[in-house]
């Protein structure tokens, strides 16, 4: 597929005329990389951003002792490393390839012409960080106000939104995440996570095969979140 054909099926370039989406395409370049790739980590100079064809990359904050916290995940069409861009400041977490992805890549002068020639554009990246914002704000209240088998519930539920595929009140996700990275998504030691993981499958409200997760009842999985 050409550039300028795979723009159109990204929902930040998708207001753009032909024209401008074919001039865009031109200071864009492609990139594939491998599963566990690093893209930057915190606090590195930020000068590109990143948008994905396919593939998943997450976005983590890394703590001393060499563990980290998954922020978010995003998949094809999202767009991230934004914010270096916006703010001008070092990059505010590591974004590391969750699997195999395809990406494309736009440097900041065309970034931020792209901007000014695009209202419509700033509106979109304007919503998508009023979105990461409440996304975090709930992290915030969960920690504080939720135990662990209510933080995992809801990720999980939030998890089947996001990435997975739902028939009735069944549904099933594939993602690369270990049960590590689940633990760190939900602030919580992976131990903790593993007694309740296995407290749901007890119940028969998940199974887990690989790395992928089958939810038996949403709704009873829902009422956990508390
Ligand atoms: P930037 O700071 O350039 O590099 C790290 C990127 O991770 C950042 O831009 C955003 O695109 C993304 N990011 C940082 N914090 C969050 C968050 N709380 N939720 C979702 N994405 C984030």
Redesign the pocket.
């Given at each position: 597929m050409s550039p300028a054909a795979l723009l159109a099926n990204i929902p930040l370039f998708q207001a753009l005329g032909p024209d401008d989406r074919e001039r865009l395409s031109r200071s864009i370049k492609r990139q594939v990389v491998h599963k566990g790739t690093v893209l930057?980590q915190k606090g590195e100079p930020?000068t590109t951003l990143y948008v994905i064809i396919t593939g998943k990359i997450k976005?983590i904050l890394p703590s001393s002792l060499g563990e980290e916290m998954v922020?978010?995940v995003f998949s094809g069409g999202d767009f991230?490393?934004?914010?270096?861009?916006l703010d001008g400041m070092p990059?505010?977490?590591d974004?590391v390839a969750l699997e195999d992805a395809e990406l494309l890549m736009l440097d900041q002068a065309d970034f931020v012409s792209f901007l000014q020639n695009n209202p419509g554009a700033i509106q979109a990246i304007l919503r998508s960080l009023s979105l990461?914002l409440r996304?975090?704000d709930d992290l915030l209240q969960d920690t504080c106000f939720l135990n662990v088998s209510g933080r995992l519930a809801k990720k999980l539920v939030e998890l089947v939104e996001e990435h997975g595929t739902r028939q009735d009140n069944e549904a099933v996700f594939d993602l690369s995440l270990t049960q590590a990275d689940l633990a760190r998504m939900v602030g919580a030691s992976r131990e903790s996570v593993n007694k309740e993981l296995r407290t749901l499958r007890e119940k028969g409200l998940i199974t887990i095969e690989g790395r992928s997760f089958t939810i038996h009842n949403m709704e009873r999985l829902r009422r956990r979140i508390k």
């Amino acid at each position: 597929m050409s550039p300028a054909a795979l723009l159109a099926n990204i929902p930040l370039f998708q207001a753009l005329g032909p024209d401008d989406r074919e001039r865009l395409s031109r200071s864009i370049k492609r990139q594939v990389v491998h599963k566990g790739t690093v893209l930057f980590q915190k606090g590195e100079p930020g000068t590109t951003l990143y948008v994905i064809i396919t593939g998943k990359i997450k976005i983590i904050l890394p703590s001393s002792l060499g563990e980290e916290m998954v922020l978010a995940v995003f998949s094809g069409g999202d767009f991230f490393g934004e914010m270096a861009l916006l703010d001008g400041m070092p990059r505010s977490a590591d974004a590391v390839a969750l699997e195999d992805a395809e990406l494309l890549m736009l440097d900041q002068a065309d970034f931020v012409s792209f901007l000014q020639n695009n209202p419509g554009a700033i509106q979109a990246i304007l919503r998508s960080l009023s979105l990461r914002l409440r996304k975090t704000d709930d992290l915030l209240q969960d920690t504080c106000f939720l135990n662990v088998s209510g933080r995992l519930a809801k990720k999980l539920v939030e998890l089947v939104e996001e990435h997975g595929t739902r028939q009735d009140n069944e549904a099933v996700f594939d993602l690369s995440l270990t049960q590590a990275d689940l633990a760190r998504m939900v602030g919580a030691s992976r131990e903790s996570v593993n007694k309740e993981l296995r407290t749901l499958r007890e119940k028969g409200l998940i199974t887990i095969e690989g790395r992928s997760f089958t939810i038996h009842n949403m709704e009873r999985l829902r009422r956990r979140i508390k």
